[in-house]
């Protein structure tokens, strides 16, 4: 093996031709990792487990077995979803050597197709942040250009994916942790209906918006780490039993008469012009191929991040209540009473933006300003929800940048959380829409990578996967790498 | 709204979160902003009562299974008793 194979297919065929065995790929994938990692710290642990998972790898495809969706093929994980019996952090310390229960749905249902998890990816502190910078260990850096930040909060997912240290990765997405490092890093990134993947065995941050979702280089192989993880799951009363339809199946489908939706608010005020051109000339490649551009409205959608930022921190408060020095980790045991080992734990265990959370979410949702604050941002949701659903009657898909600007310098937005909390300006509104959305790489400013945004409705992703597979057809934004 | 210092105590306790003499500083100077921007949403028009915007899709009966997992559980506490975790009293 000269080069890493960058896609499913790509292992698939090695392993077929016998070019290389599955421990082969494992083994080479670890040494691309520790000559990474110095520069990038992408990951928090690597699993050296992955080995005897290749070999058994390779003895089922000895004794004639057929070969799974994802035979084979490496997989980093974030390391908010557990592993039984292996350790799990959120990249927080109050979880330092906290393991995981039980092994999360998603990621067992990615194992039972094949895929050989080699290591956890570092993230913002429970995923509360833009840029991975606020992950208690490390910062992750950008492969295109080291003093940039990957994005966040699935950082070291995007990264070991655009790195090359492994073929996919999955992260989590409350209000835009997927799509927008997969923008920052040229890489597909892509956030399930709210219900179509279980998030049994996630750390939660914010339990009406949490998705889990897929990177890869390919929509393609997106589609395939989806398609393996969607579904009812009796561990999450989420889950919907809506029939999931084959997204692989329908990829080749033509998107002739697709109508596509360009919204003006995700282009006007707080957007990089640059980005926003990058962004209508991925238009005109879809009316290059017979697609439809429909200029289209969402009047409310400049709220949303107001929106988003009272129930994110308001529902994260109440879920990081249960860190509380009892239960788990650290836990300052002083005389001075329960009350005391719950705030002093809490104090040293918590990053600086987990603590701004927690009491953000405590103000919004406290007597005198809830009605104000949290119900009135859960009845601005409802109405941004059904101005979605009416532009759905018009539109196929919804196409918007994913970030308002490229990746910014590491250390820029860290003294300033309003300007961190803007990066999430265009991803917020398909979270609380519940809608599917995704991000794939549509080209570069000065060296640096601009993600397309692409949303679909409800349970609709099948749409949203042609629609991002089609333009990869005609394009190679997606095969340019780092270095 | 309350000064900023009254309010930054008034939600460490109820937060059960102690702050560092830094963090209570930098907090009293950005949670007003933070909650002036958010509180831009007030101006929207609201009318209907809110309403759930995430149904549960999927439910069943609250039978109770043994879960299998109680020693791993018990295991990550910092103390425990039996099978119990361990608090100080409460009053």
Known sequence: MTTLPATIREVHRGLQAKEFSAAELAAQTLERIASQEPRLGAFLRVREQVMAEAQAVDERLASGEPLRPLEGVTLAVKDNMTIKGEEATAASK??????????????????????????????????????????????TKNPWNTSVVPGGSSGGSAVAVAASEAVLAIGSDTGGSIRQPASFCNVVGMKPTYGRVSRYGLIALASSLDQIGPFARTVED???????????????????????????????????????????????????????????????????LGAKLVNVSLPLAPQALATYYIIQPAEASSNLAR????????????????????????????????????????????????DAYYHQAIRV????????????????????PTSPTVAFPLGARTQDPLTMYLADLLTVPANLANIPAMSIPGGFIDGLPVGVQLMSREWDEATLFRAGHAYQQVTDWHRRVPE | MEHADELIRKLSDLARLDLTAEEQARLGEQLPKILEYVGQLREVRTEEPPQPTTPSHNSRPDDVR????????????????????????VF
């Open chain 1, 323 to 370: 860190y509380d020095g009892i239960r788990f980790g650290p836990s300052v045991r002083t005389k001075a009473g329960l009350e005391q080992i719950y705030r002093q734990s809490r104090e040293q265990g918590f990053g600086t933006e987990v603590k701004r959370r927690i009491m953000i979410g405590t103000f919004v949702l406290s007597a005198g300003y809830a």
């Open chain 2, 66 to 89: 043994p879960s299998g997992v109680e020693s791993d559980i018990l295991a990550q506490a910092p103390d425990t008793l039996e099978h119990y975790w361990k608090v100080d009293s």
């Open chain 1, 381 to 400: 949701r409802h109405m941004l929800r059904e101005e979605f659903d009416r532009i759905f009657d018009e539109v196929d898909v919804l196409l918007t």
């Open chain 1, 94 to 139: 109050v979880l330092t050597g906290y393991r995981g229960v039980a092994t999360a749905t998603a990621v067992a249902r990615l194992r039972t197709a094949g895929a050989l998890v080699v290591g956890k990816t570092n993230l913002d502190e429970f995923a509360m942040g833009a840029s991975t910078e606020n992950s208690a260990f490390q910062p």
């Open chain 1, 222 to 288: 997106a589609a395939h780490v989806y398609q393996a993880m969607a579904g009812v799951d009796e561990h999450d009363a989420t889950t919907s039993s809506q029939l999931v339809a084959d997204v692989v199946a329908g990829l080749g489908e033509s998107i002739a008469d697709m109508r596509i939706g360009i919204p003006a608010e995700f282009f006007g005020a707080g957007v990089d012009p640059q980005v926003a051109a990058t962004v209508m000339s991925a238009a005109k490649v879809y009316e290059s």
